[in-house]
């Protein structure tokens, strides 16, 4: 149920693109840094003052993080410092650390840097629950309006058909409410976390990337060396 981290053998590596390093850190070069998805997406490419900005109250996003992942706020600093982002969280639910997570610091990390004039809300719970977590939201009194989540696996791998159909009630009810929900539609291809078999091969879909009341994420590669077109990431599970 963790989000899939990278072997030991996969850190450190060098970046392969050929743009300007925009961060301070020798080590972002070559590295999708907030300012190289800013250039490709045409988004604001520096966090301007927040009284300068005048952002309408009514916005609001958040991440979801569990199992222990937890994030320092020096951390935070240190990158936004480097990047030349302004990256803090505006509100926690839920248990707070100042422990630094890996999945949870990427997660603030970058959706800030898209939008750092949005109040971002930490949603936190240790046991990694689906419904509980949506159950959660749909009873927040003025719940954020955009939910980031790179949690999941496969369908085979959930409690029962049941156990879906539930979490998709759940979602419904989150879209009445007008809050959109955005999963990660997992990083192991069409084969999923059990694999494509070796007799008997077959695909193994995601949930809840592949439920129809969310908004599935998967991810993109450059086709070269530059910013410029892309191709989809063929260890992703599809989405947009």
């Known amino acids: 149920q963790f989000p899939r981290l990278p072997s030991k053998g996969l850190r450190n590596l060098p970046g392969a693109g050929e743009w300007p390093n925009a961060c301070d850190a ?10 190289v998805i800013a250039q490709r997406y045409k988004l604001p490419d520096k966090a301007a003052p927040a009284q300068a900005i005048k952002p309408k109250k009514a916005n609001s996003m958040s991440v979801a993080e569990f199992q222990y ?8 600093k240190k990158f936004g410092d480097s990047c030349h982002r302004d990256v803090k969280v505006d509100h926690v639910i839920g248990e707070e650390r100042q ?3 890996v999945e949870s610091e990427l997660d603030i990390e970058y959706i800030k840097s898209v939008a750092p004039e949005i109040e971002l809300t ?4 240790g046991q990694y629950s689906l419904l509980d977590w949506a159950n959660q939201i749909n009873t927040l009194k003025n719940p954020p ?3 980031s ?22 979602f419904m009810k989150a879209g009445v409410r007008g809050l959109s929900i955005l999963f990660a539609s997992g990083d192991q291809g069409v084969c999923g976390r059990e694999g494509c078999g070796f007799i ?12 129809p009341y969310i908004t599935a994420v998967g991810g993109t590669n450059f086709e070269g060396t530059a910013i410029g077109p892309e191709t989809a990431w ?5 989405g947009f």
């Open 26 to 35: 020798k080590g972002c070069e070559g590295l999708v840094t907030p300012t």
């Open 69 to 76: 992942q937890f994030y320092k706020d020096a951390d935070l």
């Open 99 to 101: 422990t630094g997570g």
């Open 122 to 125: 930490v949603i936190y719970n």
């Open 145 to 147: 309006l955009v939910h």
């Open 149 to 170: 989540v790179s949690y999941g696996n496969d369908e085979a791998q959930q409690t029962s058909t049941e156990y879906m159909l539930t979490c998709n009630t759940a």
């Open 200 to 211: 008997r091969r077959h695909f193994n879909p995601d949930f809840p990337a592949a439920s």
């Open 234 to 238: 063929n260890n992703g599970g599809g």
